[in-house]
C-alpha cells in the first residue's frame, strides 16, 4: 500500500481556517484519498475522500494536488469539538477495503 | 453515537484467559471489519467480513485471534490465552457495500487490559 505523511502536530485558534496537509508521493491512479477523525475517546469518524477532484462537505473540504501527490483536508472554521486526531489514508482498490491508518495529526485547538 | 455497538467497553483480564468481544453494526450493513489500537497508533486492520464470510483474516495478529460473523449480524472477537501485549482498544467498524465506496461507521471500542 501506497504511504502517507503527516505532520505529527498542529495548533490552530478557534473560529480560524485550518489546513492540514498530507503527503502521498507514491500514490497509484486508482487510490482514493480518504480523511477520517478520532476525537478522543471515541472511535474514528468519515470526514471525507475523493480521486483526483477537489471535494466539499457539510464537515470539510479536500483539496488535491494536480498530481496526487498531496491533499489538504481544509476546516472552514475550527472549533474546540474540531480537536482530534486526523488521518489521511489511502485505499488501494485491492486492499479488501481495509483501512490502513498511520499515526496522523494531532489537531489542537485552542479558544 | 454511530449504530454500532461494542461489549464489553472495558475487560480486565488476567495473561493466559480467553476474551471474546461482541460487536453489533448498523442493521442494514453487510460489511464488518475488526481493528486494533495501541497507545499513541492509528487503528490496526485485523480482519473482516461480508455477510458471515470472512473475506480477509491473513492480517490476525495470530493463531489465538480469531473471528466470527455466524449469521452475518454481529460479529465476534476472541483471543486464547491473552498476553500483556495484547492490551489495547479493540475496535469494529460496519460499512454497507456499495460501489466503490463504503464509509466505515466505528464503534467506540472495547478497552482490553491484561495482567
Known amino acids: 500500500d501506497a504511504k502517507t505523511t503527516q505532520p505529527n502536530s498542529m495548533e490552530s485558534n478557534e473560529e480560524e481556517p485550518v489546513h492540514l496537509p498530507c503527503n502521498h508521493s507514491?500514490?497509484?491512479?486508482?487510490?482514493?484519498i480518504h480523511w477520517y477523525r478520532q476525537l478522543p475517546s471515541q472511535g474514528p469518524e468519515y470526514v471525507i475522500h475523493g480521486l483526483t477532484s477537489n471535494v466539499n462537505n457539510r464537515m470539510a473540504s479536500l483539496a488535491i494536488a494536480e498530481d496526487r501527490k498531496s491533499s489538504t483536508l481544509i476546516l472552514h472554521r475550527a472549533t474546540l469539538r474540531d480537536a482530534a486526531v486526523y488521518y489521511c489514508i489511502l485505499r488501494a482498490s485491492n486492499s479488501g477495503y481495509a483501512l490502513n491508518f498511520g499515526k496522523g495529526t494531532s489537531l489542537l485547538v485552542t479558544p | 453515537d454511530t449504530g454500532v455497538s461494542q461489549d464489553p467497553r472495558h475487560k480486565i483480564t488476567k495473561r493466559g484467559q480467553n476474551v471474546t468481544f461482541r460487536c453489533d453494526p448498523i442493521?442494514?450493513?453487510?460489511?464488518l471489519y475488526w481493528y486494533r489500537q495501541t497507545l499513541g497508533q492509528g487503528p490496526e486492520f485485523l480482519t473482516y467480513f461480508q455477510n458471515e464470510a470472512q473475506l480477509e483474516k491473513s492480517r490476525l495478529l495470530s493463531d489465538r485471534f480469531s473471528a466470527e460473523r455466524p449469521k452475518g449480524s454481529f460479529s465476534t472477537l476472541e483471543i486464547q490465552r491473552t498476553e500483556q501485549g495484547d492490551s489495547a482498544m479493540y475496535l469494529c467498524?460496519?460499512?454497507?457495500?456499495?460501489?466503490?465506496?463504503?464509509?466505515?461507521?466505528f464503534g467506540p471500542g472495547t478497552r482490553l487490559t491484561v495482567l
Open positions: 467498524a460496519s460499512s454497507l457495500a456499495l460501489g466503490s465506496y463504503n464509509e466505515q461507521f
Open positions: 507514491t500514490i497509484s491512479g486508482t487510490d482514493y
Open positions: 442493521s442494514e450493513h453487510n460489511r
